[in-house]
């Protein structure tokens, strides 16, 4: 698990030319992090006086982050889980067009299913957004530098993700099924670069003041 | 040590209200994720016939890789260390004017020193992506979807670096050393978005045809 290892392991693994953990692993641990320090965030804002009125609101946003932070570290592991099936796939023998067709529909089916992760860490990276735009509204003005922090955690889990779903798509034969996917990458990223974008320049804009 | 903390750890801690890590430590270990990604890049460029002619040129930017990857976690820890003797200097007296005095001076050089570990920060994201756009060029065609999820970890260490830089400077009482800083973040940060958006948009392009 991807949870147990320890960040200089990772990171060395990372850098090694295995192919997991990759990218994918990367970005879901990127959402992760996105979500701890909007969670932070909430923790130094529950408690005070002064952010009374706004408490039981940030708690359930906590309780949000402290889901998606889950979800994020278990598809780093499901990433990985993915790959070693689509890369045996690759091996499958094409000689007879028996083995042609049934390497075709396994390549597919085990395509889709890599293609679905990255595709789960793009939902959960702009919902990871969404929040840390009310936490930036919200939330402790004492922690606001970690909303920027985190929102840009997000934005690299979402155009990380982003990467990984396109590399996918592109090996389907069913095209009409890798553009709607492609699509729904696309609709993702135009929406979390922009709320990201927002959300980490108002935040600049209030530490320069 | 950060490096020695396991990733559930590091991000359980990253979400508690205790202010370290916090989103100095986070940027910095983004800084080291992106520069792992590009040295597996490199890994997977080396050794291949086809790749042979940029062979000694990768192998050079790994080895940069390979240092800025140590750096990074280095200034994670960093950030840690230079956080308690300034909350301690926030807490010193000040009733009367030497002591008001004393603390000036104290507070004034533990602001510096908690600048400095982001700015380096930011310093060392931009020449990560310096690397990372050879490697988009040079690397093997593999793996550049690796780059442009390194692309945006360096993005995300110089963003997050440039709020802490801020955060500290804002408290400065030598406006002339604060605007120097800022103005050296500020150049950074454009410098940095320019490039990691340039190379991150050539690669997903290359990907999508």
Chains 1, 2 share one sequence.
Do not use: H
């Amino acid at each position: 698990m991807v949870e147990e290892m320890k960040i200089g392991s990772f990171a060395e693994a990372l850098s090694s030319k295995a192919p997991i953990p990759g990218g994918g692993g990367a970005s879901a641990l990127a959402g992760a992090l996105g979500s701890a320090l909007g969670q932070m965030v909430g923790n130094l804002t529950v408690g005070k006086k002064k952010y009374a009125a706004v408490e039981e609101e940030v708690r359930a946003r906590m309780e949000e982050l402290s889901r998606l932070s889950g979800e994020f570290l278990r598809l780093a592991d499901r990433d990985e889980e993915v790959f070693k099936p689509l890369a045996e796939a690759y091996g499958l023998p094409k000689e007879t067009k028996e083995e042609r067709e049934y390497k075709e529909a396994v390549m597919e089916e085990r395509l889709l299913a890599a293609t679905m992760v990255p595709l789960e860490i793009m939902e959960r990276a702009v919902q990871t957004m969404e929040i840390l735009e009310i936490l930036a509204e919200k939330g402790s003005v004492m922690a606001v530098s970690d909303v920027g922090v985190g929102i840009q955690f997000a934005r690299t889990a979402l155009l990380g993700g982003v990467m990984n779903v396109y590399i996918n798509t592109k090996s389907m034969k069913d095209r009409q099924k890798a553009e709607e996917l492609n699509g729904r990458a696309g609709e993702l990223t135009a929406k979390g670069i922009k709320l990201a974008d927002q959300v980490y320049g108002r935040v600049l804009e209030g530490l320069k003041n």
